[in-house]
């Protein structure tokens, strides 16, 4: 089984900027897609944005895209969102997943709370 | 963009009832080359992540109590439970994985009656 913990979330003024880590272990990082869904408060999933295991290919909500910035170490078992140009909308809990195309999300963190506020 | 749609946004069942939740998406999720539709149902708990129940429609991942199942082809997908439990009341999501962007069901809240 393969656990993912995320950190990097927290309150930030709009127009600003965070980067969210999600550090993988237990299987074999490299094997897996992975995926970033977020939560807003009250609200349903949306997925965000996916990327493949060589980090070859990357996939964005339109909501997110030319914003926010998906990548992954494989080195490092971690993936990561940088989050730019930050708006009160992408306020939400940030969840790290296993899948991407065709590929299920089996495994999720616990996931990290990003406040956009003034 | 698929659209998943699932109905009803609610439902309050009896203790060891069924409890019935429809997803509809807007195209089709079945690919072809291997007959598999690329459809999710997932169970989320109060401050909690969610947790994978079904894959390929109707496929119970390791561990999900056989009380769960799922059914559907195509643009119109099932998730049952046969006999409601207490530790049940959850959100459940529909979720397809077959094409970019990925979309989720609007959610259906389980409750006990």
């Known amino acids: 089984e393969m656990q993912l913990l995320e950190s990097g979330g927290g309150l930030v003024q709009p127009g600003g900027s965070l980067r969210l880590s999600c550090v993988a272990s237990?299987?074999?990082?490299?094997?897996?897609?992975m995926s970033w869904v977020r939560q807003a408060p009250g609200k349903g999933l949306e997925w965000v944005s996916c990327?493949?295991?060589?980090?070859?290919?990357?996939y964005y909500a339109d909501s997110v895209k030319g914003r926010l910035t998906i990548s992954r170490d494989n080195s490092k078992n971690t993936l990561y969102l940088q989050m730019n140009s930050l708006r009160p909308e992408d306020t939400a809990v940030y969840y790290c997943?296993?899948?991407?195309?065709?590929?299920?999300?089996?495994?999720w963190g616990q996931g990290t709370l990003v406040t956009v506020s003034s | 963009d698929i659209v998943m749609t699932q109905s009803p946004d609610s439902l309050a069942v009896s203790l060891g009832e069924r409890a019935t939740v429809n997803c509809k998406s807007s195209?089709?999720?079945?690919?072809?080359?291997?007959?598999?539709?690329?459809l999710a149902w997932y169970q989320q708990k109060a401050r909690q992540p969610p947790k994978l129940l079904i894959y390929?429609?109707?496929t119970r991942e390791s561990g999900v109590p056989d009380r769960f199942s799922g059914s559907g082809s195509g643009t119109d997908f099932t998730l049952t439970i046969s006999s409601l439990q207490a530790e049940d009341v959850a959100v459940y999501y529909c979720?397809?994985?077959?094409?970019?962007?990925?979309?989720f069901g609007g959610g259906t809240k389980v409750e006990i009656k």
């Open positions: 997943a296993s899948g991407g195309v065709k590929a299920r999300s089996a495994y």
């Open positions: 237990g299987l074999s990082f490299s094997n897996f897609a």
């Open positions: 990327i493949s295991y060589s980090g070859g290919s990357t």
């Open positions: 195209q089709s999720v079945l690919y072809s080359s291997n007959n598999k539709n690329y």
């Open positions: 390929w429609a109707s």
């Open positions: 979720h397809q994985y077959y094409s970019t962007p990925f979309t």
